[in-house]
C-alpha cells in the first residue's frame, strides 16, 4: 500500500503569498493531520481533521487554514506569508481520530522557503 | 497538557557502542508515548509506541524502550549502534483521552552521530 503522499515537495514563496499544500492520507485513513517543522525543532501540531470534520486546532493564527474533502485528502493553506512561515510541513494519516490503537503515519513533508 | 522534554540535543558514539537517548514526558492524563526516526530530507518514521500494558517496548531496527511512570520517562535503547542509525530522533506524546486526543507533542529532538 502507498503510504502518505504530500505535494509539492519544495515551494518557494515570496511575503504576502498563499500557499496550498496538499495532502493523500493512506488507503483507508480517515483522520488527517497536519504539523510544521521548523529547523532545528520539533514538529508542532497545527491541525487535525477526521471525516471532514476540524478535531483540533494548534496555536496558529487564523492565516492558517485547512480542509478535508470526501477522499479524505486534505489541503493547507497559509495566507499572508510571514519569513517566519519557512519550514517543513508534514502530514500524518491515521485511521481514526485517535485512541489506543492509533498510529499516526507521516509523509515526506512539503519544505517551504519564504523570501 | 502534554510536555516533551529530550536531553542532549547531540548524542555522538562509536559504531558498536550503547545507544542511550533520554525523554521525559509531561501529561495530565495516562500517555500514548512515541519514538520516531527523521533521515536527512524526509518525513518521520515510526520506531515504537507505548499504549498501555508491557513496559518495555520493542521496536525496529533493534531499538527499545522502557516507559517508567514513576519516573516519567520514555528513554530509547539500543544495544549496538549501526551506521545507519546516524539521524534525529524524536519523543512524543499523546493523551489517551480528552479534548487533545489524537495530537502529538513533540520533543526538540536529538541528533544521533554514530562514528566509525
Known amino acids: 500500500d502507498a503510504g502518505v503522499t504530500q505535494s509539492p515537495t519544495h515551494l518557494i514563496k515570496t511575503r504576502g503569498q498563499q500557499v496550498t499544500l496538499r495532502c493523500s492520507p493512506i488507503?483507508?485513513?480517515?483522520?488527517v493531520s497536519w504539523y510544521q517543522q521548523v529547523l532545528g525543532q520539533g514538529p508542532q501540531f497545527i491541525f487535525q481533521?477526521?471525516?471532514?470534520?476540524?478535531?483540533g486546532r494548534g496555536n496558529f493564527p487564523d492565516r492558517f487554514s485547512a480542509r478535508q474533502f470526501p477522499n479524505y485528502s486534505s489541503e493547507l493553506n497559509v495566507n499572508a506569508l510571514l519569513l517566519g512561515d519557512s519550514a517543513l510541513y508534514l502530514c500524518?494519516?491515521?485511521?481514526?481520530?485517535?485512541?489506543?490503537?492509533?498510529?499516526?503515519?507521516f509523509g515526506p513533508g512539503t519544505r517551504l522557503l519564504v523570501l | 497538557a502534554q510536555s516533551v522534554t529530550q536531553l542532549g540535543s547531540h548524542v555522538s558514539v562509536s559504531e558498536g557502542a550503547l545507544v542511550l537517548l533520554r525523554c521525559n514526558y509531561s501529561?495530565?492524563?495516562?500517555?500514548?508515548l512515541f519514538w520516531y526516526v527523521q533521515y536527512p530530507n524526509q518525513g518521520l518514521q515510526l520506531l515504537l509506541k507505548?499504549?498501555?500494558?508491557?513496559?518495555l517496548v520493542k521496536g525496529i531496527n533493534g531499538f527499545e524502550a522502557e516507559f517508567k511512570k514513576s519516573e516519567t520517562s520514555f528513554h530509547l535503547t539500543k544495544p549496538s549502534a549501526h551506521m545507519s542509525d546516524a539521524a534525529e530522533y524524536f519523543c512524543?506524546?499523546?493523551?489517551?483521552?480528552?479534548?487533545?486526543?489524537?495530537?502529538?507533542?513533540f520533543g526538540r529532538g536529538t541528533q544521533l552521530t554514530v562514528w566509525p
Open positions: 512524543a506524546v499523546s493523551a489517551n483521552r480528552g479534548s487533545t486526543l489524537g495530537r502529538l507533542y
Open positions: 501529561s495530565s492524563v495516562p500517555p500514548y
Open positions: 500524518a494519516s491515521s485511521r481514526n481520530a485517535g485512541g489506543i490503537q492509533e498510529t499516526q503515519y
Open positions: 481533521y477526521y471525516e471532514k470534520e476540524e478535531r
Open positions: 488507503s483507508g485513513h480517515k483522520s
Open positions: 507505548y499504549t498501555t500494558g508491557a513496559t
